[in-house]
């Protein structure tokens, strides 16, 4: 099945600094990838689209310069969260489309990423 | 706006139970309608879904009932087991569209 993998799975960093995550999708090639971040106890909230060789689409809300998504292959995409601060402490997940397995609707999502600023 | 509209958000069942989740939603271009198990600390991991031609799709111990006119679907886990337990979200989509999430239902199941 199509399985999409996540790194680091936690990191802590100082108030000020920036950490990227990174979203591949191991057994096929994902034009689309998506990221999400949770909240403790509350649903995924969409932050962006990534579109593969171009911007990314954000969600209302959502910085685009402090979260930073560069999709540069089919089978990879970095999330970095610039400057971070402690209010940026969540579970960011990444999910990607697998149409030849899943259709286009089905997504598939990594196992998240634990960020916690200091 | 909360297009998907899940209850009840916490729910504890005694193994060998049947556990029941509703999920309502307002959009009428949906058309794809999967359910998400998740473990604390992992992520979504897609569990069932069904498009709105059919009212009932069973796999192993899980049902999706699926009423069009009322727009209204639910997930029922039958036999449940303490392995059960996570946290379950339904979900909405249409084509290439982006997938809006139910709040969530914590399951917990007892011996």
Redesign the interface.
């Known amino acids: 099945g199509a399985v ?1 993998s ?1 790194h680091p799975s936690w990191v802590i960093c100082k108030s000020g600094t920036s950490v990227k995550i990174e979203c591949r999708s191991l057994d096929f090639q994902a034009t ?1 990838m ?1 990221w999400y971040r949770q909240f403790p ?4 909230m ?1 932050m962006a ?1 990534s579109n593969e060789g171009s911007k990314a689409t954000y969600e209302q809300g959502v910085e685009k310069d402090k979260f930073l998504i560069n999709h540069a292959s089919l089978t990879l995409s970095t999330l970095t969260v610039t400057s971070a601060h402690p209010e940026d402490s969540s579970f960011y ?1 990444c ?1 990607a489309r697998d149409p030849a397995t ?11 990423t ?1 960020l916690l600023v200091l | 706006q909360q297009q998907v509209k899940q209850s009840p958000q916490s729910l504890i069942v005694q193994k060998g139970g049947i556990s029941i989740i509703n999920c309502a939603y307002e959009n009428t271009a949906f058309d794809y309608f999967p359910w998400y198990q998740q473990f604390p600390g992992k992520g979504p991991a897609l569990l069932i879904a069904i498009r709105p031609d059919v009212s009932e799709k069973k796999e192993g111990r899980f049902t999706i009932s699926f009423n069009k006119s009322a727009k209204q679907f639910s997930l029922h886990i039958m036999d449940s087991q303490p392995g059960d337990s996570a946290t379950y979200f339904c979900a909405a989509s249409s084509g290439y569209q982006k997938v809006t999430f139910g709040i969530g239902t914590k399951l917990q199941v007892i011996p």
Do not use: C, H
């Open positions: 999409v996540q689309t998506f106890k509350q649903s995924l969409l689209t997940i999910s899943g259709g286009v609707e089905t997504q598939y999502f990594g196992p998240g634990r």
